[in-house]
DNA sequence: TAGGCCATCTGGTCCT
DNA sequence: AGGACCAGATGGCCTA
């Protein structure tokens, strides 16, 4: 609908402009005359000239003058061309970028609402959402390693620190978090910002972390992991 | 009605 | 030279 109603707007446009008359300069156009004609000198025309050789040289000026206007429609012509074409292959290029956002959003964790993510939520959403991925992966292999008391152990725990990209996530993740238990919040805004943003969406865990099978212990361990920011 | 979001146009710049 | 990319401008639609 949107499409359609700027399309109408766009042809209008072009209406518009294909109306447009093509101007030329009367005053290149003298100057022109007066230095190339062999005839004119300006309006001193030679008092030995016949009516003959005037209706030549009027004739002359009128064909130099209607040629000019032609080469002039002629490149306004091209310029509009090639001005159409450059439109034409914008208008594509985003499009393209478009299909790439909805592509982006379709692996995104979807909402309850069906809500569609703003673009700049789309791409702050899965730069953290990558970011969430890579950290589960490491907690996934230190969890290899280490006792998972220790994960919980009150040394890792600092809800009042959300993670940025250099930061521990861990202790994020692991912290407890008032939306936590069955919910979790998607902030779309940065990793790096550290701050909470008001523009959050809410969302079931589980639905989430089904659609991209995490594993199962991270799942039960972090409520709040899709805490981003 | 103001503000946010979006699509499109446009001219400039860079690249091939 | 022509295409890709970019940023600014503009106007439409939607929502609080």
């Known amino acids: 609908?949107?499409?359609?109603?700027?399309?109408?707007r766009v042809s209008?446009?072009?209406?518009?402009?294909?109306?447009?008359?093509?101007?030329?300069s009367d005053d290149e156009d003298s100057f022109s005359m007066q230095s190339s004609s062999p005839f004119s000198s300006g309006h001193m025309t030679s008092p030995a000239q016949t009516p003959e050789k005037c209706q030549e040289e009027k004739d002359t000026r009128k064909k130099r003058v209607r040629s000019k206007v032609k080469n002039e429609a002629v490149l306004h012509t091209i310029k509009k061309t090639r001005r159409v074409k450059a439109n034409d292959r914008e208008r594509n290029r985003m499009h393209n970028l478009n299909s790439?956002?909805?592509e982006l959003r379709s692996i995104l964790p979807s909402f309850p609402d069906d809500t569609?993510?703003?673009?700049?939520?789309?791409l702050r959403l899965a730069h953290n959402y990558i970011w969430a991925l890579s950290e589960t992966l490491r907690l996934a292999d230190q969890c290899k390693e280490k006792p998972l008391k220790d994960l919980?152990?009150?040394?890792?725990?600092?809800?009042a620190t959300p993670p940025s990209p250099g930061s521990d996530a861990e202790s994020w993740m692991s912290s407890s978090s008032p939306s936590s238990s069955s919910s979790f919040s998607v902030c779309t805004s940065s990793p790096s910002?550290?701050?909470?943003?008001?523009?959050?969406?809410?969302?079931?865990?589980?639905?989430?972390?089904?659609l991209h099978t995490l594993p199962q212990n991270m799942i039960q361990r972090s409520h709040?992991?899709?805490?981003?920011?």
């Open 100 to 102: 790439a956002l909805d």
């Open 1 to 8: 609908m949107i499409m359609a109603s700027n399309m109408e």
């Open 116 to 122: 569609k993510l703003t673009k700049i939520e789309t």
């Open 12 to 24: 209008s446009d072009y209406d518009t402009c294909s109306q447009m008359s093509y101007s030329s």
């Open 152 to 159: 919980g152990h009150p040394a890792y725990l600092n809800p």
């Open 224 to 229: 709040c992991f899709m805490q981003y920011h």
């Open 193 to 210: 910002s550290p701050a909470m943003s008001e523009d959050c969406y809410y969302g079931h865990t589980d639905s989430l972390f089904s």
